[in-house]
């Protein structure tokens, strides 16, 4: 169960920090979205499934019923994140934000 | 966090400031559950995760919304 734990906090964390380095890095607007869009999910969805084991480490009905709200958060985030990923992205192509591409000047 | 920040802060469009924020605010949830369980009274910030969670959601689609049709914003990488 502490394994368990561990891997996945270990692996949120991964993704937060992949994530972040790719939004410094990226060279493009939507590119730069990209990571975003995967550490809202997957990082959110290690990270809260890992403290919501944690959490039923001493088992009683109200600490599964604290880990049944943690998975709501886990629920409304995947339906969140990717509607306002999809909404900023809507508003960049709407503004006529153009792309990236190879053959700009800097790379 | 201070990635985002950078980024929130720097960020050459509006809607790069954007990212920033929605990454700084999907972060932050899992900073209040964490905090909630140093203090010990989980039962509490879970409510305000989730709270927080959906304030941020709706921050980030009423901004993106609002620069829908807003041209001339942004210093750099137009269509022509």
């Known amino acids: 169960m502490d394994i368990l734990v561990v891997l996945l906090l270990v692996t949120g964390m991964v993704f937060f920090l992949g994530a972040s380095v790719g939004i410094i890095r990226m060279p493009g607007f939507y590119c730069r979205l990209h ?13 809260v499934m890992g403290l919501a084991l944690y959490n039923l480490h001493h088992f009683s ?3 599964l019923l604290l880990s049944i709200k943690m998975f709501l958060i886990v629920f409304f985030v995947f339906l969140a994140s990717p509607t306002a990923t999809h909404s900023i992205v809507d508003a960049g192509m709407r503004a006529g934000l ?3 591409t190879q053959k700009k000047r800097k790379g | 966090m201070l990635f985002s920040l950078y980024r ?14 929605n990454a700084i605010g999907s972060k ?17 910030f879970v409510d305000i995760a989730l709270a927080y969670a959906f304030l941020n959601f709706v921050a980030v689609l009423a901004a993106s919304r609002y620069f829908h049709k807003r041209k001339g914003l942004y210093e750099e990488s137009f269509m022509d």
């Open chain 1, 61 to 63: 009905l109200e600490s």
């Open chain 2, 28 to 44: 932050t949830v899992v900073l209040l559950l964490l905090i909630g369980f140093l203090y010990e009274r989980i039962d509490m």
């Open chain 1, 35 to 47: 990571p975003a869009g995967k550490l809202d999910t997957l990082g959110i969805l290690s990270m």
């Open chain 1, 98 to 100: 153009r792309h990236w």
């Open chain 2, 8 to 21: 929130t802060v720097f960020g050459p469009t509006v809607l790069d400031r954007l990212i920033g924020v």
